[in-house]
């Protein structure tokens, strides 16, 4: 069975203070991995896609990382701010025909000032 | 472009009664989407379109349906609400099935049972 697991359950940080989250994932064969924040109220907005063939990708403050040959994928944010208290949701999708999306419970991150 | 949207926001409804949620896109997507959210779960998918005229089960499609007569619209009808059906439900749209594209969440819909 597909399974994305993440970890930590829930972070507090202090306000410019960096952190990373972590999504182990067991969804094969492997297609893409999407990290999403996602507001409290709101649905989730999609940060970053990482393919097989990417190890990182950046976008402004946050930088995504992929190990395809363990199936782990990290995301550091730099410089934490306020407005990056959400959950962090850690989606993962195969090939094939059937286009279900595995996704992950979430990190709540709550950055203090 | 409005994207996604959903209403109504929030709904209380007791069981047994019906209601349809809505969920329109302006973005030209073939692909739709509703999922359900609840406390310390990921998002499960209830039901999906790959076009007008055509849906299919998601993952936990049992109590809901589902009907696909534009491409703007997708809703999503409760015919008999239960409460393990109080949840946060979200509507998606994407360009396509290919799983490289992104899916564009609505606000979502806060649902209540008693």
């Known amino acids: 069975k597909n399974q994305v697991e993440q970890s930590p359950q829930s972070l507090i940080i202090l306000e410019g203070k960096n952190c990373t989250l972590q999504?182990?994932?067991?969804?094969?064969?492997?297609?893409?991995l999407r990290w999403y924040k996602q507001d409290t109220g709101r649905g989730p907005v999609s940060l970053t896609i990482?393919?097989?063939?990417?190890n990182t990708k950046s976008n402004g403050r946050y930088t995504a990382t992929l190990d395809a040959d363990t199936k782990q994928s990290s995301l550091h944010i730099t410089a934490s701010q306020l407005s990056d208290s959400a959950s962090y949701i850690c989606v993962v999708s195969g090939t094939g025909g059937s286009y279900i999306p595995t996704f992950g419970r979430g990190t709540s991150l709550i950055v203090h000032p | 472009n409005a994207g996604v949207t959903q209403t109504p926001k929030f709904q209380v409804l007791k069981t047994g009664q019906s209601m349809t949620l809505q969920c329109a896109q302006d973005?030209?997507?073939?692909?739709m989407s509703w999922y359900r959210q609840d406390p310390g779960m990921g998002l499960r998918l209830i039901h999906y379109?790959?076009?007008?005229?055509?849906?299919d089960q998601g993952e936990v499609p049992n109590g809901y349906n589902v009907s696909r007569s534009t491409t703007e619209d997708f809703p999503l009808r409760l015919l008999s609400a239960a409460p393990s059906q109080t949840s946060v439900y979200f509507c998606?749209?994407?360009?396509?099935?290919?799983?490289?594209?992104?899916?564009?969440f609505g606000p979502g819909t806060r649902l209540t049972v008693l």
């Open positions: 990482m393919t097989f063939s990417e």
């Open positions: 379109s790959v076009g007008a005229g055509i849906t």
């Open positions: 998606a749209s994407s360009d396509g099935l290919a799983p490289y594209n992104e899916q564009f």
């Open positions: 973005m030209n997507h073939e692909y």
């Open positions: 999504c182990n994932y067991t969804v094969s064969p492997f297609s893409n």
